[in-house]
């Protein structure tokens, strides 16, 4: 039985431009670069990008390929010195540099970060620009060379043997003072202990502490001439041989592979490891191949046998695997020693559905053609004859009691006391079984084309919990170590039965695929999903913490290369070692050496396009970069605002399965989901800066943590530039100003000419007013000479008139005459002929009134208590008629025989209109039958009157002398 390990091609068909690999090497951006005899490609892990004479390169017989510590390339050649890539371009480096070989067979890079080189004329390092030549080492062809972590150089010679230079001293080691297997030295290789490797072209050995030794290989290979050393990520050491293949050693084992295990040749050229793990051969004539995967195993031959499909897998107590076939093939294996039974008990071509190991003395093995009990000594055989419901069967477990329970074409069969009695379904009808069950609890369950049963009573019962999920074409049962139950519906999903309920996980939940064909729980507590077309390890503990699926997918890319799991052929073996039946054969997955590729993929952007269409940035002006060929600082006009993006992201191990994530800052705000597609356009684009970022995930789901950015501008159009609006905007603001400072101007000019005529009608209109202002103090002026003139009569009509009667009326007209008088003659004499002040006109009246009834203010004080006020003539000339007539009887009548006493005269002002005047002293008072109404007096009757020409009233009051109120309202 051959091992087949997970080897990829690729050939001239694939892009290689030729078959014959001389050296590899991968770059700091993840490239694999691949020197051929047809040129030197760069590999993406899908295309291939090679570089010939035409590109520069200056010759095709490339020997060597490093990669120093700057990021740089440098080839060797066999015929053409040393040539430097920088990324852009290929340029050479010889005799004028200080090189003087044209053959260069290896490189390296000591801890200074100066390059050596080995050639066919002896070694040499490099000093900034230059070459010089080692010459601590003879003159000699030497094949390899490699730094050790502590300076010490070590050189390998082309048929002289190994030199070790360790602080100036030389130590020559050859195959007679040493363990050396040889004195031509091929390859030098140090591991991670320091421990160095030596290739020679008689067999291998090593260097520890300065010692040589040389250790065991298998015999076929024992002097096999190597060509190639390296070392993977996980401390595994890979030689390649000349003509016999592969050599791993692991484990301080050696595990030789050759073509029967997957190499398309044993002619071993190149090898190298990539940074995500992976092995990668050049062979000579086959061209390049990649080793990954390593923890699936493939089984495809057996002897006679050929891709076998292996429906039936199981272990018995002693951890004994058997195995069955489609064809009717049973055999058991040990230590992957498969021991295929020649004699069976059933015809060739019976289907082995699967297999039941009972006890070591008993197995059951359930098949096309019944069921089978195989003993040590004979063979059982059980069909419908002997009352199986049919004789397809596909399942059998032992209940409590030790009885068989099968699952067949037409329903659940029990097995016990040597017959067999069909179990009916709720419904009585026959129904596919396809599983049978027994859990922790003992519970038997049954997986059928209806749905889930559970066996009660002898009677299959619809479970009450599972009633809701409705779960049909039910492939398989496991059951975790918590107790919880799994359940497989075909093309429906995964359903699980916890304390708490049920939960159906479908698609929508980040279920790959819902065309559950197995289930199997693994020690670990994963749980392993078999479908139709690839493999899940799903995490149950986070699975039952968060209800969330995590799960690594395996199929034809990550190593599965078995196409399809055969229904419920998966096992576990004693060692941990997990095994899957497939249409192709048998896979083994060894756990102990699956790891998670943590390598993020680095994306990066290859092309911008303008319209979908490859464009030349040099011929439309732009710069590009050397490297990646983009343009520089690209600015675009507004017209040009249709762009498209082509991306990549290298992931060798997985290129089919990378996924890229994207987003335009400036013009989207989330980033798109997961894609495959490595391109994308941006179609019109408003003006303004942008940033396109890029992030890629490997084939194992690991994000870049930073983006691949590429930066670009869409310059507006002329009239929405900055420049452009904050001239139309200076322009704008210069017309406003000066259609201002016209406007201001004109406006001075009328404002000047408006403010002559102003002041020209001003002066016109104060000459008017001040001649109006003469007539009327004229006219008052006058009145008031009329006035006293009239007084002047009555008082000499008074002196020529004796009756006292007459005397006192002659006296109150003389009062009411001097009251006006007094009023013009203030108009006169004051600046404001439309107001008067009544409390300076009030004192005027009673300081005549005073003087004219010969009172002094001694005998009858005088007190007046009003706010400011001015009212007009009209309304002056009333109210001092009124007070001239009410002071008068005070002064006349209140204090006879010369009393002492007061007069007041009070103003209360109640709103802008209303007033009260209240005359009040603390005379005598008014007579007890005192009606103003019935009164004869002429002088009460004018105040009255006057009253109700100020829309008033007056009211007279007894109240120690006499109060006389005048309510009354002053027009605004």
């Known amino acids: 039985m051959a091992q087949q390990y997970n080897f990829r091609s690729w050939t001239l068909e694939q892009g290689l431009p030729q078959s014959q690999i001389t050296a590899l090497q991968q770059d700091h951006q993840g490239y694999l670069w691949v020197a051929t005899r047809g040129g030197l490609s760069r590999f993406d892990g899908i295309n291939f990008r090679t570089y010939t004479k035409q590109d520069g390169l200056s010759s095709h017989n490339i020997t060597k390929l490093f990669h120093d510590s700057q990021q740089q390339l440098w080839v060797g050649t066999s015929d053409a010195g040393l040539v430097l890539y920088n990324g852009s371009r290929f340029k050479r480096v010889g005799a004028a540099q200080g090189l003087q070989a044209s053959q260069i067979n290896d490189i390296s890079e000591d801890s200074l970060g100066h390059l050596w080189l080995a050639t066919n004329t002896g070694v040499y390092y490099r000093t900034g620009d230059k070459l010089q030549k080692y010459n601590l080492l003879p003159e000699n062809a030497y094949t390899t060379i490699s730094h050790a972590k502590d300076g010490t150089l070590w050189a390998g010679s082309k048929d002289s043997g190994l030199y070790e230079v360790q602080n100036k001293k030389l130590t020559h080691y050859t195959s007679e003072n040493s363990k050396l297997p040889g004195n031509a030295i091929t390859a030098l290789s140090i591991v991670r202990n320091g421990v160095m490797w030596i290739g020679t072209d008689k067999g291998l050995a090593k260097a520890t502490n300065h010692t040589l030794t040389s250790p065991s290989l298998p015999s076929i290979v024992s002097a096999a001439a190597v060509t190639s050393i390296t070392h993977d990520n996980q401390g595994n050491l890979w030689i390649g041989l000349l003509r016999s293949g592969l050599l791993q050693y692991k484990d301080n084992r050696f595990i030789h592979i050759t073509r029967r295990n997957g190499l398309r040749t044993p002619r071993i050229t190149a090898l190298a490891s990539d940074t995500e793990g992976t092995i990668w051969i050049g062979t000579n004539g086959y061209g390049l191949q990649q080793y990954k995967s390593p923890w699936f195993v493939h089984f495809f031959d057996f002897e006679n046998m050929s891709e076998p499909r292996v429906t039936a897998i199981a272990r018995d107590s002693s951890g004994r695997m058997w195995l069955g076939t489609d064809e009717g093939e049973m055999g058991s294996m040990h230590k992957l020693n498969p021991a295929w039974h020649s004699e069976l008990p059933w015809p060739k071509g019976t289907t082995i559905y699967s297999i039941y190991p009972k006890s070591s003395k008993e197995t059951w093995v359930c098949s096309s053609n019944g069921v089978w009990l195989i003993r040590p000594d004979t063979a059982l055989h059980y069909t419908t004859a002997q009352g199986l419901p049919s004789a397809e069967v596909f399942q059998g477990i032992s209940d409590t009691a030790g009885n068989m329970l099968f699952a067949t074409a037409t329903g659940l069969a029990h097995f016990r006391n040597g017959s067999f009695t069909a179990i009916p379904t709720p419904g009585g009808t026959e129904t596919k079984a396809n599983f049978v069950f027994r859990d922790s609890k003992n519970r038997i369950w049954a997986g059928t084309q209806d ?312 002066r016109l209109l104060e000459r008017k007013n001040r001649e109006k202002e003469m007539l009327l103090q004229e006219i008052h002026h006058r009145v008031k000479n009329n006035l006293q003139i009239v007084i002047s009569m009555l008082n000499l009509q008074a002196r020529h008139v004796r009756d006292p009667q007459a005397v006192d009326v002659m006296q109150a007209i003389r009062s009411r005459v001097r009251s006006m008088s007094i009023l013009h003659e203030r108009l006169y004499q004051h600046s404001d002929l439309d107001r008067i002040d009544l409390e300076e006109y009030f004192e ?129």
């Open 451 to 762: 749905g889930i049963y559970i066996l009660k009573d002898g009677k299959l019962v619809s479970p009450p919990e599972l009633e809701e999920a409705q779960l049909t074409e039910v492939g398989s049962i496991v059951e975790d170590r918590k107790g919880n139950l799994y359940f497989a519906g075909f093309n429906q999903g995964i359903l699980m039965l916890h304390d708490k309920g049920t939960k159906l996980f479908t698609s929508r939940d980040g279920l790959p695929n819902e065309a559950i064909k197995s289930l199997f729980i693994d020690k670990k507590d994963n749980l392993w999903v078999a479908t139709s077309r690839d493999i899940l390890k799903m995490n149950l503990k986070q699975l039952r913490q968060n209800g969330k699926l995590t799960y690594r997918s395996y199929a034809s890319q990550n190593g599965f290369r078995g196409l399809e799991v055969c229904e419920n052929a998966m096992a576990q073996s004693s060692d941990g070692t997990i095994w899957f039946g497939t249409t192709k054969g048998l896979t083994q997955y060894l756990p102990a050496l699956d790891h998670r590729n943590t390598e993020y993929p680095k994306a990066m952007v290859t092309d911008v396009m303008l319209y979908s269409k490859p464009t030349d940035w040099q011929a439309l002006g732009y710069s590009t970069d050397s490297a990646t060929g983009l343009p520089q600082d690209l600015r675009l006009p507004h017209t040009q605002n249709y762009l498209s993006f082509d991306f990549h992201a290298i992931c060798l191990s997985g290129p089919e399965q990378v996924r890229y994530k994207y987003r335009l800052v400036g013009f989207d705000e989330q980033w798109s989901p997961p894609v495959d597609q490595s391109f994308t356009t941006y179609a019109n684009l408003s003006p303004g800066t942008y940033t396109f970022e890029l992030l890629a995930r490997n084939n194992d789901g690991v994000w870049a943590a930073d983006p691949a950015t590429y930066t670009f501008s869409i310059v507006p159009p002329i009239w929405r530039r900055e420049w452009f609006i904050a001239v139309l905007l200076l322009v704008f603001a210069i017309t406003v100003l000066s259609v201002v400072r016209l406007r201001e101007r004109s406006l001075v000019q009328m404002n000047s000419l408006l403010e002559l005529r102003v002041h020209h009608r001003t």
């Open 844 to 972: 005027e009246i009673c300081e005549s009134l005073y003087a004219a009834y010969g009172v002094s203010t001694k005998r009858i004080p005088l007190t007046i208590d009003m706010p400011q006020i001015k009212v007009n003539i009209d309304s002056a000339i009333t109210l001092g008629l009124i007070v001239n007539e009410l002071v008068s009887n005070t002064l006349k009548y209140a204090f006879p025989d010369g009393r002492h006493g007061w007069l007041r005269i009070e103003l209360t002002k109640h709103d802008e209109i209303q007033y009260t005047l209240t005359v009040s002293d603390n005379g005598q008072g008014l007579p007890e039958d005192f009606d103003p109404l019935m009164s004869p007096s002429f002088g009460l009757k004018l105040v009255t009157s006057l009253s109700r020409k100020l829309d008033g009233n007056i009211k007279f009051k007894n109240k120690n002398g006499t109060q006389s109120i005048l309510y009354f309202v002053l027009a605004t």
